[in-house]
């Protein structure tokens, strides 16, 4: 039996390049599983890149699959993506041929259940009450009777049918309506515009600004309330300027924004009732006001009246109010001449006082007082004068005396000073005679030059027929070298009286 070899069996196989082949198990895998969806638990997410796509993997106890989301879709998603989060992953499955590896695209998420979507809000509520976002301290008071009321809510359900019958049954008011879209994708951003919308409306604008604003819907299932408990809604209602009331889904029915907005309503029915009272029981309340406040009128009124009669019957008679000021007025006449003669006496006395002084004060006394004064003022700056001429002819004499010291001082010392600086010059003078080039001569030297005036110090330096001078202790003469091949003849030296010395040198 013939046995085909490996080469052979190979040659009847088609070849197929790297990218023909991803090509085909790419449309293989996208025709077999075209849309799927992939229940896991997020591993490995970043957030956006910076192109804006979102990479991660969805994985759970046996396998771990790669997902991606693309910048458009990521910006529509009503669940974002977090680390360790199930969720239900709707896609499509495709290959990525540059790591020759699987991926789902994601097209929508959602929480795998209530538990995770339970765990997601709750994450999210301990975030924004870090922030303060639900401080007590924060809540505004709603007002007592508003004029106009802001309703943000869907224009077509029986939510906002609800409020105006309940409205229009305990205070009629005026009522501004914000249509939203109370589910669905677009909804957390209709509901926020129209919180920062209306309180964006100036005071005493065309279109009057609200008093208070109610966030209302019907009630649903968690996932149909999920506009109310996203991001953007929870803090558009935290930073309403305006009293906020929500009233989202039933009574036992939590969201977010519950905790933001400044007053939380069961119903949107109870919202109706919170913000406006019952017009019936202010009418009867305003009623028994005004009864007590004109009985109470009328009792102030009998009161002051019996008052001002018990009054009137307590004054005095004319009589009585006029006899004791007309006594007094009698006791006054009786003591007014004693005491005007008593007044005359004392200004008397007082003048013949005023007198003295004033004769003690006249020209004649004061100008002998003052003559008087300057007389002694005289004698005293005589006597002040004779002891300061004495003084000062003391104190000349011996600044006098003290002059001559020291002139003779002076003297004496210049005198001195200037005998040393006199033998000190004159020695000074012995020394620079001793070492000047004149005592050098005198003791048998001579100074030679030659025609420019140079000092011949050398026998080198003498060329045969060159003209030198030769100078001596007493007088200057010429020379002129001798030519030949021996030196020439020493001339002989004048006798000296004083002999050199062993070892002198030529100074020169």
């Not at 896991?40 to 106890?61: A, C, N, T, W």
């Not at 991926?103 to 303060?132: H, N, T, W, Y």
């Not at 301290?137 to 009321?149: D, T």
């Amino acid at each position: 039996m013939d046995i085909e070899s490996p080469e052979a069996k190979s040659s009847n196989v088609p070849e197929w390049s790297v990218s023909d082949l991803s090509g085909a198990l790419k449309r293989t895998l996208e025709d077999a599983f075209g849309f799927v969806r992939v229940r896991g638990e997020i591993s490995g997410y970043r957030g956006p890149v910076s192109s804006g796509h979102v990479y991660f993997s969805l994985k759970d106890q046996n396998a771990k699959i790669d997902a991606v989301i693309w910048k458009g879709v990521f910006g529509r998603l009503k669940t974002r993506p977090q680390e360790g989060l199930e969720v239900i992953a709707t896609g499509k499955i495709t290959t990525f041929a540059g790591k020759s590896s699987y991926q789902i695209v994601i097209d929508s998420l959602e929480p795998a259940g209530v538990g995770a979507l339970m765990a997601l809000l709750e994450e999210r509520r301990k975030k924004l009450a870090a922030e303060g976002l639900f401080d007590e301290g924060r809540k505004q008071l709603i007002p007592f009777l508003p004029r106009v009321i802001g309703v943000v809510t869907s224009p077509t359900g029986a939510v906002i049918r609800d409020i105006l019958h309940r409205l229009e049954d305990r205070f009629p008011r005026h009522v501004l309506v914000w249509p939203v879209r109370v589910q669905g994708e677009t909804s957390a951003a209709e509901v926020a515009n129209a919180i920062a919308g209306f309180n964006a409306l100036p005071e005493g604008g065309r279109i009057p600004r609200p008093d208070v604003i109610i966030v209302a819907r019907g009630g649903g299932s968690l996932e149909d309330l999920m506009s109310f408990n996203e991001e953007i809604v929870v803090r558009a209602a935290a930073a309403s300027l305006i009293p906020l009331v929500s009233a989202v889904g039933h009574e036992t029915d939590i969201t977010l924004i519950d905790h933001a907005a400044d007053l939380r309503c069961p119903t949107p029915t109870g919202a109706a009732e919170k913000v406006v009272p019952v017009r019936a029981d202010l009418m009867l309340q305003l009623a028994d006001l005004s009864r007590r406040q004109a009985g109470a009128m009328r009792r102030l009124s009998d009161r002051r009246r019996s008052d001002l009669r018990a009054l009137a019957r307590a004054l005095p008679g004319p009589e009585a109010v006029l006899s004791g000021p007309r006594q007094r007025l009698d006791l006054a006449a009786a003591r007014l001449a004693p005491a005007l003669a008593r007044n005359a006496r004392v200004h008397e006395q007082q003048l013949a006082l005023l007198a003295q002084r004033l004769g003690r004060q006249s020209p004649s006394v004061r100008l002998a007082t003052y003559a008087a004064t300057l007389k002694a003022h005289g004698r005293a700056l005589a006597v002040a004068k004779a002891n300061t001429i004495k003084t000062a002819r003391e104190r000349l004499e011996r600044a006098r005396e003290r002059v001559g010291t020291l002139a003779d001082r002076v003297q004496r010392a210049f005198a001195q000073g200037l005998a040393r600086r006199r033998d000190r010059l004159e020695s000074s003078w012995t020394l620079a005679r001793s070492l000047g080039p004149d005592a050098v001569l005198a003791r048998g030297y001579a100074l030679v030059r030659d025609e420019a005036g140079a000092v011949i110090r050398n026998a080198a330096q003498a060329q045969p027929g060159t003209a030198l001078s030769v100078r001596v202790s007493d007088g200057t003469f010429g020379v002129l070298v001798a030519g030949g091949s021996e030196a020439p003849a020493k001339p002989a030296r004048p006798a000296r009286r004083d002999t050199p010395s062993a070892g002198q040198g030529d100074l020169f």
